[in-house]
């Protein structure tokens, strides 16, 4: 990391920790789910981004996240913080399963299993058989995290939206500092290899099953911890918050933020949270009609997603 | 001098003021001028049908003010698209509340996003008004204060079919097909209530249906193989029309009662085939723009004016346009009663004080009552039947009260 680089995660850092106090608790929950966004797109990224599989699917780990969430809240009274580790461990074992027989599917034919997971997913959580556990259509409502009661004695007077938010941002954080380590290592390299040639991967001595496997257990986990904070965050889950259109919207963050990029998932995240109720704002009758014209305006002058043009804006300025 | 003479004059005009004030007493979203309203409706996804109602309430106040406001205050009623998406909701609903300011929401539609913003609703203290759902669960003032229906609930629907059935068929034998969620138990719940005691014995099989099941046939056969001879079918419309199609077709000829939410002739009735659905009863609590009944009737011609004016694109054959100007409607005299009191206590009280409140559209006979204690404005339904063409009403009002 360049000295320059180091400097502008410090006033992003700035930025974030200071976001809070400086808008209203609305602002700060829209906030507090860019963050969630963010770490589902990693997610999403890694597969996608990194390793080249296409997956429509994801919407269908975000839920098994959340409602892993909401189920140790719910039933078994754990605390909102243990559940993250919960619904990470058991999105990468749903993940790496999905992953083994998805491994003979290239291509088009992955994106449609992945689109059969997704589409399904809404109608699994109504099934009957498991209505006791998830609340059938209703759904289970959770309780909001206060902040704890130390930072409260410390006269910090953090808002329960406030401490979510910072909750948020630490847990995002840490999920960029582990993507980051994992995708410039030996790791990263391997599935950029993959992507990028299968067979010359395989000829330099990579396993290509393990590591595609890999790859989809840990972008499940991503997605299914930014599931759980999700539901922590909205306070409710529902099958109908799963639809097949929210895997969509992550796949249209990944490309929009630019795809392989570890900062692109924020700006995706930014994308897929705030455009839509742009859409909204300018036309009630056509907001998808809007919000599609401003993706095609995206896609069309940024072709390598936002990260990729402020790559290219800033080796222009180096170079001129 | 002259600056001597501010601060007194400043005393003086606070007295001469500050009775008027007493009187005025505001919440956010209200003011001398204005009346903010939120809500959230699904004007896109797969729930889109009901985007109409909104635009057919947010039409209404459009002429309410035209035709100068509620008490000379403009009624600013601010809607936002949330796919039906329960995230959506909670995001929007915040939105309105923390953001726009608004003094309550209103008309908020679905089963799963009311339930999204429930508990927040009555932890903010903002009014959840006149939600757009049949679920009992919105009467509740013990546990939920800010949280009001509107429309018949399930359960009430269900009783006064069930009263019906003791009054002409004591000795019945029912058999029950419901969808297996919420919204089914629902009905379910109301109509064993509405039987009592003789519930067990009268109804002889109770038989589930999936959303994802491809079709009903194996249940209707299992429901004529029970022997019975009261049919309550308790189904959305595509699985309606099966279930009265394959009655007709293996010659299972009970007395069938239809649940109002697949009372659509066009969608449920046309495609199990008219001639099959004669003599089915369901209920209604509002005129239905369609039937030749109301042809003529004034409160019908008034509407379409409305309709013409101010929401020309809106189908005029779309029940939902009569039911968002209904409840519309049923707001504003909530709002009227509130006078220069727009605290959101007020509102919540003067809507659960309605006597008898009724609006035109709505079927004769029908008021809405509410009370500190009973958060369940329409709570009265009339049966029809079917005879071949429309639903015709027969009988009295009955209240399930």
Redesign the interface.
């Known amino acids: 990391m360049t000295k320059r680089n180091f400097l502008l995660l410090m006033i992003l850092m700035v930025v974030a920790c200071a976001l809070p106090f400086l808008v209203s608790n609305y602002r700060t929950f829209q906030f507090t789910l860019v963050l969630v966004y963010a770490i589902a797109l990693l997610g999403l990224n890694v597969l996608t981004g990194y390793n080249g599989q296409i997956s429509l699917g994801h919407g269908a780990f975000y839920a098994i996240g959340a409602y892993t969430a909401a189920i140790l809240m719910d039933k078994l009274g754990a605390p909102y913080w243990a559940t993250l580790p919960a619904a990470g461990a058991v999105c990468l074992v749903a993940g790496f399963l999905f992953g083994l027989p998805a491994l003979r599917l290239e291509g088009l034919y992955l994106a449609l299993a992945t689109f059969a997971l997704g589409v399904s997913m809404p109608q699994l959580l109504k099934y009957h058989h498991l209505e006791a556990w998830t609340g059938g259509v209703q759904g289970i409502v959770i309780a909001k995290p206060e902040p704890p009661a130390v930072l409260i004695n410390a006269g910090l007077p953090l808002n329960a939206d406030q401490w979510l938010y910072f909750f948020a941002l630490a847990v995002t954080i840490l999920m960029f500092a582990l993507g980051w380590n994992l995708m410039r290592g030996r790791i990263g390299r391997a599935l950029i290899a993959i992507r990028d040639q299968h067979i010359a991967a395989e000829v330099m001595g990579i396993n290509n099953a393990l590591y595609k496997s890999l790859a989809f257990g840990v972008s499940a986990m991503y997605t299914g911890i930014a599931g759980a904070l999700g539901a922590i965050a909205v306070q409710y889950v529902a099958p109908d918050s799963f639809n097949i259109f929210l895997s969509i919207v992550f796949l249209v963050g990944i490309v929009v933020g630019g795809l392989a990029s570890i900062s692109g998932a924020l700006y995706g995240a930014l994308f897929i949270q705030f455009v839509p109720n742009i859409a909204d704002d300018i036309s009630k009758a056509a907001p998808w009609a809007i919000f599609g014209a401003i993706m095609i305006a995206f896609v069309y002058l940024m072709p390598t997603g936002v990260a990729g043009a402020i790559r290219i804006l800033c080796a222009k300025r180096r170079s001129p | 001098m002259k600056r001597a003479l501010v601060p007194l004059a400043a005393v003086l005009a606070a007295a001469l003021v500050s009775p008027a004030l007493a009187q005025k007493k505001y919440d956010p979203g209200a003011s001398d001028t204005e009346i903010r309203i939120g809500n959230t409706n699904p004007?896109?996804?797969?729930a889109s049908a009901y985007g109409t109602i909104a635009k057919s309430i947010a039409a209404y106040f459009k002429m309410v003010n035209d035709q100068g406001g509620i008490g000379g205050r403009k009624v600013n009623f601010i809607?936002?698209?949330d796919?039906?998406?329960?995230?959506k909701t909670?995001?929007m609903v915040?939105?309105l509340?923390?953001?726009d300011n608004v003094l309550f929401v209103f008309q908020t539609l679905g089963?799963?996003s009311n339930?999204?913003i429930?508990?927040?609703m009555n932890m903010k203290k903002v009014p959840q008004m006149h939600v757009a759902t049949g679920a009992t669960k919105w009467n509740d003032p013990k546990n939920f204060p800010w949280t009001m229906g509107w429309q018949p609930n399930y359960q009430s629907e269900a009783r006064a079919y069930a009263q019906h059935i003791l009054k002409t068929k004591p000795d019945a034998k029912i058999g029950v097909l419901f969808q297996?969620?919420?919204?089914g138990k629902d009905y379910l719940k109301g109509f064993k209530d509405g039987l009592g005691d003789k519930a067990k014995a009268m109804i002889v099989a109770e038989v589930s249906y999936?959303?994802?099941d491809p079709t009903v046939d194996s249940q209707i056969v299992q429901l004529q193989a029970s022997g019975a001879n009261v049919f309550f079918n308790i189904t959305t419309p595509k699985f309606a029309a099966q279930a009265i199609r394959k009655a007709y077709d293996i010659g299972w000829k009970p007395v069938q009662y239809l649940n109002n939410v697949s009372n659509s002739v066009g969608s449920v009735l046309t495609p199990a085939g008219l001639e099959k659905s004669v003599g089915i009863i369901t209920s209604a609590y509002l005129k239905d723009a369609t039937d030749r009944r109301w042809a003529n009737d004034a409160a019908i011609a008034r509407w379409r004016e409305f309709m013409k004016k101010y929401y020309p694109d809106g189908d005029q054959a779309d029940v939902f346009n009569v039911y968002g100007y209904t409840v519309a409607a049923t707001l504003r005299e909530v709002l009227t009663k509130c006078g220069d009191n727009l605290t959101r206590e007020n509102v919540m009280k003067q809507a659960a004080s309605m006597k008898g409140f009724r609006v035109e559209t709505m079927l004769p006979g029908i008021a809405i009552t509410t009370g500190s204690d009973d958060f369940a404005p329409i709570e009265s339904v009339q049966l029809e039947r079917f005879n071949g063409k429309q639903w015709e009403l027969f009988g009295e009002v009955i209240s399930s009260n």
Do not use: L
């Open positions: 004007y896109s996804g797969p809607s936002y698209d796919s039906y998406s329960p995230p909670v995001e915040r939105k509340v923390e953001q089963t799963p339930t999204a429930h508990k927040y297996n969620d919420d919204y999936e959303v994802t």
